[in-house]
């Protein structure tokens, strides 16, 4: 059993506990909130034992194994590193930071520490992307990738009245690309690997943050095409396109068809059975290595996670988007 604590009490770490509660190896022992009030709230409502208003204190507490972590981006780094300098795993949501500097000091701490540091995106860890990377070899060469997230944000809505929240809000290292483009990027990176050109561009808000984008990324012998929105919706599925077939995925940040159609016409249906929640495989996978004694993911490395924010950080120097977390580098 791995008791974990939990940093955040939104939305995400109530969908995270939900989808944990189907496995047996999962307990929720710990959560922290900037306010008493919320955390004994929250507490209630999920039977969780130990509160916490001090980061320092939890991370030091003998009653965690290891901590999700659902703040903003712009803390995840600096929370990440307290826990793991206290010899807590470390399951952090997506991105797991605003830039390749601190992901660098993340992985330091990890190795210092020896302890686990996972990047909590769900998508790679799923079934059916299990089926795309067990079926690549069939399309033949690669020649295409292409992936759209475009999510109109009901945050949007607000922002257009005024009212400038978190999700658009640059000082929380936010913006369509961190929200969404990740979705498409990361897979990218683990099915292909690193572009070695990128183009990007995107429609910048007052606010200071990307409200969509699209990037262009060229490898040795094939091009990849990304298109993030939180300011517009997308119904289109993501492709792999080869000289013998297409890969075709319904959505790419939670794949549940997945089929494969050749040159001839024929159609190969790859999906696979999803019995769990979409977050359930990730906890999983994390509670497993835990259990392995790994200090890593073989699907979201280390080496993934900094490739995908390397991505990220080069989109954003071209389009222009600087976080106030950058000066830290």
């Known amino acids: 059993m791995i008791r974990f604590g939990v940093i955040g009490t939104n939305w995400i770490t109530e969908a995270l506990i939900a989808a944990a509660s189907d496995s047996g190896e999962f307990a929720l022992t710990a959560v922290y909130s900037r306010t008493e009030e919320r955390a004994r709230e929250f507490a209630a409502k999920h039977g969780i034992r130990h509160i916490f208003t ?25 929370q ?33 520490n020896g302890v686990l540091l996972m990047e909590a995106l769900k998508s790679t860890l799923l079934p059916n992307f299990r089926a795309i990377q067990e079926n690549l070899h069939k399309i033949g060469p690669i020649r295409r990738y292409f992936a759209s997230y475009c999510q109109y944000s009901s945050r949007y809505d607000a922002y257009k009245e005024g009212t400038v929240l978190n999700a658009f809000n640059p000082k929380f290292s936010n913006g369509a690309l961190m929200d969404l483009g990740v979705y498409c990027i990361y897979p990218l990176v683990v099915l292909l690997g690193e572009p070695h050109r990128i183009q990007a561009n995107a429609v910048m808000l007052d606010s200071g943050v990307d409200g969509q984008g699209s990037v262009l990324l060229q490898y040795e012998q094939f091009d990849a095409a990304v298109l993030y929105s939180k300011i517009a919706n997308s119904y289109l599925p993501a492709e792999i396109q080869g000289e013998n077939g297409t890969i075709r995925i319904d959505r790419i940040n939670i794949p549940t068809k997945v089929e494969l159609q050749y040159r001839d016409g024929t159609i190969e249906d790859l999906t696979r059975t999803q019995d769990k929640d979409s977050m359930f495989y990730e906890v999983q996978e994390f509670i497993d290595l835990i259990g392995r004694g790994q200090k890593e993911s073989s699907t979201n490395s280390w080496a993934n996670s900094l490739k995908a924010m390397a991505i990220m950080d080069e989109t954003r120097r071209q389009i222009r988007l600087v976080y106030p977390a950058d000066d830290r580098n």
Do not use: Q, W
């Open 54 to 78: 001090d980061l320092t204190e939890m991370a030091a507490s003998a009653e965690l194994d290891a901590v999700y972590i659902a703040s903003p981006n712009c803390y995840h780094a600096e």
């Open 80 to 112: 990440a590193i307290i826990f793991m300098d206290h010899g807590k795993h470390v399951l952090c949501e997506k991105p797991i930071a605003s830039n390749t500097y601190e992901l660098r000091i993340m992985i330091e701490a990890a190795r210092r």
